[in-house]
């Protein structure tokens, strides 16, 4: 059994520090403790692509050479070592003859005995390796020793990365986050560029789907990153960075303070985007807002300016997970006094308002009813919301409602427990696929095949009435996948909007300078194949909130759900009361 989607990152990186300090040193080479000795004023156009190549080159023999994988190098330092001169090499040809020579310098490569090869085999994603075999780009030379070492790599052998036990995403514990480098320091963050660029190429299951031309991004975010001049600017180099992945899971969880707005102060208001407008849905203590406003502008600037100028920074699947981010993000800011330009019932309003301390961490997001876990909205429909579920608890939920037409079952949050088995088990009447996973492949680093198929298995006690599932952009990772099992059930719906399109189980990964990032380290599909990344979940009934449902207090996904139980033949109004708390 996988569980997939194991962490919600709708709150910063927990204890992601905790899962780094296992990192251990391949070699006693200290050369580099806390300098690279590599200080950049600026690159010429030669040198940024002498850079690429060298990224590119550099993250293959991490993963192929036998001396490399075998864990035989210290490999961050053997970058330091050989950038200096691929730095001075005044043109392409020569820079590539210095590489070829660099690797002759790690030592023969042996003829394989029982050689590799990439099985067709159910693939997923197969490994973008043709730049190895272009003399023109790398010289005859240079080519010819990567294709050398491709054809002989050893099988299974991967010092750099490792799988996790019963669920092989990949592991990236051997990685140093070399947490006391001083800043700048160009090539501890170019290391940091190149590790990241290629944990993507060779160990994301989702490369494809982020929709990149990844050389190209390379190249781009080399001058941002090599020439950041101090921590921040360095900081928000690599979140540009990582957004280009377009995982909701990728972002730079260790250094979230810095993404704009930036601040540590916030305006106890809530607001969540709806009919694409910035609207507050709850105002915590000031009376001066009220639920509905839709909000224009902030300290003088449109608020569409600020979400162009913001976009680039938040590293989200798709734009239903942005818009929600950016919605929580809004009321955050610079301590002192904020003013928000208000559209109020078709009347611009300007609010003057004290951004003040946070007083706790963001709690998780949930759009679902306040208070019991389980109750009974009428004696035809049952509600089940998964943001206070406890796993023992679901046995008896069921048998409570087994005289009801329907079940909703709310996941327009993030479940408190694992429930795949527990609840989806009761809702089906036959051995159910679910979900196919991708896995990578040791052997062949980028490669991705589909392996394991999820499914669920009737227990008791069974229940037979319709199941409504709700969910919206507050449903991913784990609830994404809890989703993905309760609508394999016989009279499932899905009713709701898209989901934040991130699922599988996370990978974290280590950066210089003590940061610390992660990706959806799986692949989680349908039984068919069909995708979830960045699409979210099947949804059967489209339904979004709207502003005048906003300013009147209505569920109206919640009513849109109770309908697919009680059929057009209840009144609108009796629907509407069922659904509020």
Same mark, same amino acid.
């Not at 070829?100 to 310098?105: E, K, L, M, T, V």
């Not at 099988?155 to 006391?180: C, G, K, T």
């Not at 976009?311 to 818009?323: G, I």
């Given at each position: ?171 990236? &514990?051997?990685? +140093? $986050?070399?947490? %006391?480098?001083?800043?700048? @320091?160009? /090539?501890?963050? *170019? ?121 680039? &920074?938040?590293? +989200? $699947?798709?734009? %239903?997970?942005?818009?929600? @981010?950016? /919605?929580?993000? *809004? ?138 599932? *709700? ?111």
């Amino acid at each position: 059994m996988r569980c997939a989607g194991l962490l919600f990152v709708g709150i910063v990186a927990w204890r992601i520090g905790a899962l780094f300090a296992q990192s251990t040193p391949v070699s006693p080479d200290t050369e580099f403790g806390v300098r690279s000795g590599i200080a950049l004023e600026k690159l010429t156009p030669i040198q940024i692509e002498n850079l690429v190549t060298l990224g590119r080159v550099w993250g293959f023999l991490k993963y192929h050479h036998p001396r490399v994988t075998a864990g035989e190098r210290s490999w961050d330092y053997d970058l330091f070592r050989i950038m200096p001169l691929i730095l001075a090499a005044p043109n392409r040809d020569e820079a590539n003859v210095t590489m070829a020579h660099w690797i002759d310098g790690l030592g023969p490569v042996s003829d394989c005995v029982s050689c590799v090869h990439f099985e067709q085999r159910e693939v997923a994603l197969a490994p973008d390796l043709g730049w190895i075999y272009d003399h023109t780009a790398l010289g005859a030379t240079l080519s010819e020793r990567l294709q050398r070492i491709y054809a002989n790599r050893v099988a299974d052998q991967q010092f750099y990365v490792s799988l996790v036990r019963n669920i092989d995403n990949p592991s990236f &514990l051997h990685e +140093d $986050s070399y947490a %006391a480098i001083q800043h700048p @320091d160009s /090539g501890y963050q *170019l290391l940091a560029l190149y590790r990241f660029w290629n944990i993507m190429q060779y160990w994301s299951p989702y490369r494809s789907v982020a929709k990149q031309e990844w050389v190209e991004v390379l190249a781009e975010f080399i001058p941002q990153v090599a020439l950041a001049k101090d921590k921040d600017a360095f900081q928000l180099a690599m979140m540009g960075l990582i957004a280009r992945a377009n995982d909701t899971h990728a972002n730079l969880w260790s250094s979230i303070r810095l993404r704009p707005p930036a601040g540590d102060c916030v305006l106890p208001i809530e607001v969540r985007f709806v009919d694409q407008q910035a609207v507050i849905t709850e105002n915590k203590e000031l009376l001066m807002f009220k639920v509905g406003d839709v909000i224009e502008a902030v300290d003088g600037v449109p608020l569409a300016q600020l979400l162009t100028d913001w976009k680039a &920074l938040y590293a +989200d $699947s798709n734009e %239903a997970a942005r818009a929600r @981010d950016t /919605g929580r993000s *809004l009321s955050k800011g610079r301590c002192g006094t904020a003013k928000l330009q208000i559209l109020r019932d078709g009347e611009e309003v300007e609010i003057a308002s004290d951004r003040l301390p946070q007083a706790k961490k963001l709690a998780l997001l949930k759009h679902d009813l306040a208070g019991d876990t389980f109750r009974l909205l009428s004696k035809d429909v049952a509600y089940l919301k998964l943001s206070s579920v406890k796993a023992a608890d679901v046995p008896r939920y069921i048998d409570q409602a087994k005289e009801t037409k329907g079940l909703v079952v709310d996941i327009r949050n993030y479940p408190s427990e694992f429930v795949v088995f527990a609840l989806g088990s009761l809702l089906v009447t036959k051995h159910t696929p679910f979900a196919r996973f991708t896995l990578p492949d040791l052997s062949n680093p980028g490669a991705f095949h589909f392996g394991y198929t999820e499914s669920l298995d009737p227990k008791s006690p069974h229940y037979d009435g319709k199941v409504i599932i *709700l969910v919206d952009e507050s449903t991913q990772s784990q609830a994404e996948y809890t989703t993905m099992a309760l609508q394999a059930a016989p009279n499932a719906i899905v009713v709701g909007s898209q989901t934040a399109g991130a699922d599988g189980n996370v990978s974290p990964i280590p950066l210089p300078g003590g940061l610390s990032t992660m990706i959806s380290g799986i692949g989680v599909y349908y039984p068919d194949k069909a995708p979830t990344q960045r699409v979210g979940v099947r949804i059967d009934v489209k339904v979004e909130p709207s502003l005048n449902g906003i300013r009147t207090g209505r569920d109206e996904v919640l009513e849109a759900g109770i309908r697919q139980i009680l059929g057009d033949e209840v009144s609108p109004e009796v629907i509407e009361k069922m659904a509020r708390p």
